[in-house]
C-alpha cells in the first residue's frame, strides 16, 4: 500500500520562504507524476505544480516565477519550494503520488498547513 506524507508546512511572514517535502513510500515502482495541489479558504482546490518523471514540470499561473518544484525520483520524494510568500497563499497543500504501473492509482497525503501572515 502506497503512503504519501507531506512535511515542510508552517508559519511565515510575506515575503518568506517555506520547502514543502513530500514523500510516497510502501512501493519501489517509481510514480508517473507527483504533485502540489492547495485548498485555500473560499475557493476551490487548485493545482500548484506537477512534474512527470521525464521531468516535465507544470505550474499554475500564480505558482511561476515562485514556487519550484522538484523531484528525487528513485526515492519517490517531492519538494516545493514556495519563496515570496503572500497572505494569499495560505491553505492547506496536499502532495499526490500518480502510479501507472504497479500499485495503479492516485494517491494522497493528508496535507500540511501553510500559514503567510501579513
Known amino acids: 500500500q502506497v503512503q504519501v506524507v507531506e512535511s515542510g508546512g508552517g508559519w511565515v511572514q510575506t515575503g518568506g520562504s517555506l520547502r514543502l517535502s513530500c514523500s510516497a513510500s510502501g512501493t519501489l515502482i517509481g510514480a508517473k507524476t507527483m504533485g502540489w495541489y492547495r485548498q485555500v479558504p473560499g475557493k476551490q482546490r487548485e493545482l500548484v505544480a506537477s512534474?512527470?518523471?521525464?521531468?516535465?514540470?507544470n505550474y499554475a499561473d500564480f505558482a511561476k516565477g515562485r514556487f519550484t518544484i522538484s523531484r528525487q525520483f528513485a526515492k519517490n520524494t517531492l519538494y516545493l519550494q514556495m519563496n515570496g510568500l503572500k497572505p494569499e497563499d495560505t491553505g492547506a497543500y496536499s502532495c499526490?503520488?500518480?502510479?501507472?504501473?504497479?500499485?495503479?492509482?492516485?494517491?494522497w497525503g493528508q496535507g500540511t498547513q501553510v500559514t503567510v501572515s501579513s
Open positions: 512534474i512527470t518523471n521525464d521531468i516535465s514540470s
Open positions: 499526490y503520488a500518480q502510479f501507472i504501473v504497479g500499485p495503479i492509482g492516485t494517491y
